[in-house]
């Protein structure tokens, strides 16, 4: 039930942006610029995708070994892309992350550390995305308010902050925990999470390597987003792109919407208006987003379709 309502919910709040748009922005011009977007670009931004995917899958990789998760590569690399299809139908942000956990989970006995894994990995990703977001505000610096810059920057570097204390959430929750909860089931069971989390503070290296790793990915992203929008005759610098995707990017990993349509597209719209794009090309872009990474998901589609026995 709850299930249902959370699925309903954010239906209609997808319904609800989506309508909003459609009501205020040409769809037809929207899908005339989609349907006209320059192919060389279109298949570049492909290609991005899967470099995305595969550097993704590495870096996840990466964190199950030094947790010393026992499973093969090509077992990891199957339930990545396939958690990836799955997670379009889930809320986005936490589905594919949950079916990655919950995949290694059950074919391993280590089950914190496959969900750490993920958290982890999870949170590297978000401080990139705020790395990355800081990066492109200092180099768009002229043409923002100094008073909203700064604001921005204490956002995004608290933000990151508050990211990177999870690798001390072991301490935090024996500290938090009343010892009387240390021994019951769901007790154990955080401390035994908290403990796989705080693993990672022993593997700096690995880290550093995720994280550049995770760094490069959100880089691809932009590119992705620069070559649609350079498909579709948008005229913006390469700058600003670094400025608005990953606040975009952020959006999307919010639970709210269905495989990315909704309030990222909303995004999108509203974030590229004060460069002057007109909200037919910028819903175009936007949707254009949401469809490569629909097709960079068809390979863990098959592989869902043909899946055989878990191994590891």
Request: hydrophobic share 60%; proline share 4%; net charge positive.
């Amino acid at each position: 039930m709850k299930a249902l309502t959370s699925t309903a919910a954010r239906l209609l709040i997808t319904a609800a942006i989506l309508a909003y748009l459609l009501r205020s922005i040409d769809l037809g011009a929207s899908m005339h610029a989609m349907l006209r977007v320059d192919p060389w670009w279109f298949t570049f931004t492909l290609a991005l995708v899967a470099v995305d995917r595969v550097v993704m899958a590495i870096r996840w990789l990466l964190l199950l070994r030094a947790a010393n998760v026992d499973i093969k590569a090509s077992s990891a690399l199957r339930i990545f892309l396939t958690s990836s299809f799955i997670g379009s139908f889930l809320p986005a942000g936490v589905g594919a992350d949950a079916a990655r956990a919950y995949a290694v989970a059950s074919r391993t006995s280590r089950g914190s550390q496959a969900v750490a894994s993920v958290g982890i990995d999870r949170v590297l990703g978000l401080v990139a995305i705020a790395i990355l977001g800081l990066g492109g505000l200092a180099g768009w610096a002229s043409h923002v308010e100094p008073v909203m810059r700064l604001r921005l920057m204490a956002v995004a570097a608290a933000g990151g902050a508050a990211v990177l204390a999870v690798f001390w959430v072991d301490k935090v929750a024996r500290l938090c925990l009343p010892a009387r909860w240390h021994g019951t089931r769901w007790g154990w069971r955080l401390l035994r999470l908290g403990d796989a989390l705080g693993a990672y503070r022993g593997h700096p290296g690995t880290l550093a390597l995720v994280l550049g790793l995770s760094i490069a990915v959100q880089l691809v992203r932009v590119f992705q987003g620069y070559g649609l929008g350079r498909g579709l005759g948008i005229e913006v610098d390469l700058a600003y792109y670094l400025v608005f995707m990953p606040i975009a990017m952020l959006v999307l990993l919010l639970p709210v919407s269905i495989s990315g349509f909704g309030l990222p597209q909303a995004a999108i719209v509203w974030l590229l208006r004060p460069v002057g794009v007109a909200d037919a090309q910028s819903l175009a872009l936007s949707t254009l987003l949401i469809v490569i990474g629909i097709i960079g998901n068809l390979p863990g589609a098959l592989l869902y379709a043909v899946r055989k026995k878990p191994v590891t």
